[in-house]
């Protein structure tokens, strides 16, 4: 008979484990590989505490006592690691249960030793007369536990009266009870705190508070069992987010989908960590072989290198061997390349489109059509909706696109967009949207060769697809995608933000065959701002109306975050030469860190290349950011706003934030002769603004000179100091 034990560590024993001596890491390390072995080895002084049977202490070392929940037969869950006075000091302080609503393992500390808000006496605030109001005194216990808190807490939660005890009771309270007061404490509404915060974390099935087998192993039971997570852990080579994820994180991650599933959700909520560990979950359920039947695909080169980074620091080589990781563009072209459809034609920007066409209206003295209005069409409406043939142009519909064409003219469109990329081909380029379409149409007619005939070597590319920034990819994008999977069960998988879409590609996913209806969910905590900053970069979108990538509308509702910290500053210049000194003087107050921790944003190139040569003249090693992301990874990092998709910085700059350049004053042009392009490009610099303001993770400092842009409010801009 086999003497050995399942131990399990509770994400919040780590925290304690982490803050011991190096020696005593390595001690508990020691304990648990021992206590696996054998529990019952009697140096490990196994005991129950004193009535209680499920609450069992074990030895670490003389110092050290490891506090352990014994879950079944031969199961155990470290839930933490104390000095061995606290441990035997007052065994009642220990609380465990299953929460009802989350079916997850609790255990609460009622008084840890020096940070006990039990029994403290709160000193009235200097000048005030009425005794303090206790926080949650509009909630009834009966409330606050239908929301998920964890019930041994709410004597000391019905004490809370300042926001300074609330946090010091949330530092060791259970997640969902962090969540749910510091959302009632914002001032949510309750119905809406039970929406967002504690129906997506609550049980599937009617909860058994007594079956602790079941329990420990609900995604709301923030654990890891397995033994290399828990070295990397000792180790400290790991970040937080590779092992313990949020229970709604790790409830997405882990659900089998019927079809196309889409997660959403605001900046630093953990879209990508939940698309990584998705494609794990995924490659799990495989069986072995040497294939690549996972894709995992985003929108630019960075982000794809950087998901590359993130998931070999998730599974090893060994999974990364498993998945396919590229980004869309070069997926297209690698598709077209295989097929040989491309010939040599050089790929060229889609910005250079415009001009493109007014080359090739010159040249063949076709003067009938404006060229930025063709340009538009065959983009948006021949290429945007991969439209392979005249007769289904005709049939397309135009939305956006302000001027509505009769028959003859669509003809007439129809024609010249034929000649004009029989024009490219002749010059020996074509644009990326042409490669997707190109792209897009191989691999449905792949697609259809599968299914239509059984026995055919033609097998769909993946079994399943992970997408991350949804929000940027193009209806041929899509198409393609669509047809590199079979229909079926977990065969897509995205995450992505329209309120971070940069780019000009807003689809309707259901008509390009991606159907996500009742496959939608949304991550609302974020991991990455403070809430102060959270608050600012919500402003910038006030007024604005986002869509969900299906024809229906989206907003932040919820969204929220645990951190805290200064409140981002605001302050205007009078020209750009007084604001780069802003921006100098900025730096040199945050101590001039040149270890990559700190970035300076600007709209324009050449405004990137302004601050770079100030920061030089200034001594500042500056790098600016690529299009393969930040040339080196220290100095002071320098780019525009396109750039900083998917960075993290600690402090941040955006600068030249002003009227004309945030929103681009080109766009100006649209407003009257293209209303609805005027809305959609204003939108994407809103949002350009939006992304970059939520890339800091502590401190944001925004600047500007002449008139601040229209996306500052009011109350943002007086804020600055005097
Ligand atoms: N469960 C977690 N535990 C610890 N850290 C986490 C967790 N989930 C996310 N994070 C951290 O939060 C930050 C943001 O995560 P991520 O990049 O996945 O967010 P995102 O929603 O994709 O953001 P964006 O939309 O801005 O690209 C990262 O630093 C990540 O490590």
Redesign the pocket.
Known sequence: MSTGATLRMLDRADKEVMKLTRADIGAVYEFMHKFRHNPGNPGLKLKPLHGDSRLMSARVNQDYRALLLHIADRDYLLVAVKHRGEVYDDLSRYAYRINRVTGGIEVVDLTPVGDSIVGRVVPPDAGSTSAPQPLFAAYTDAQLLELGVAEPLLPQIRDLTTEGELLALLDRAPQLTTDVLFALFDGVPYDQVRQQVTDPVRADEPVDPEDFEAAVARPATQVTSDDEALQAIIGETF???QI???PT?RKLVEKSYNGPARVG??????????ALHRVAHLARRLPPGTDRPILLTTFNRNLAADLRTRLLALGGQELVARVDIVNIDRLASRVVTEAKAGGSRRVVDDNRVPELWTEFLLETGESGWDAEFLAAEWTQVILGQVLNSRSEYFRARRPNRGRSLTRVERDQVWQLTERFTSWLEARGVWTWRQVAQRAARLEMDRLAATTESSGSFRRPRYRHVVV?EAQDLSAAHWKMLRGMVAPGRDDMFL?G?TH?RIYDNQVTLGSLGVNIRGRSSR?TLS??TTRQILADALEIMTGEVYDDLDGGEEDLAGYRSLLRGGRPVFRGAVSWAQELDLVAEHLRAWGNPADGSVAVCVPTRELAADVVDRLAADGLPAVEIGPDGPKQPDGVHVGTMHRF??L?YQRMIIAAVSDGLVPRQAISRYRNTDPKRYQRERQRDRSLLF?AA?RPRDELAVFWHGTPSPFLTSRLVQRQLP
Request: hydrophobic share 25%; charged share 30%.
């Open positions: 970040e937080r987010w313990f994820l949020h994180q959700g605001g900046p630093g909520t953990g879209k990508t960590i939940v991350d995450t933000d971070q991550l991991y990455r998709k998917g993290e992304v939520t």
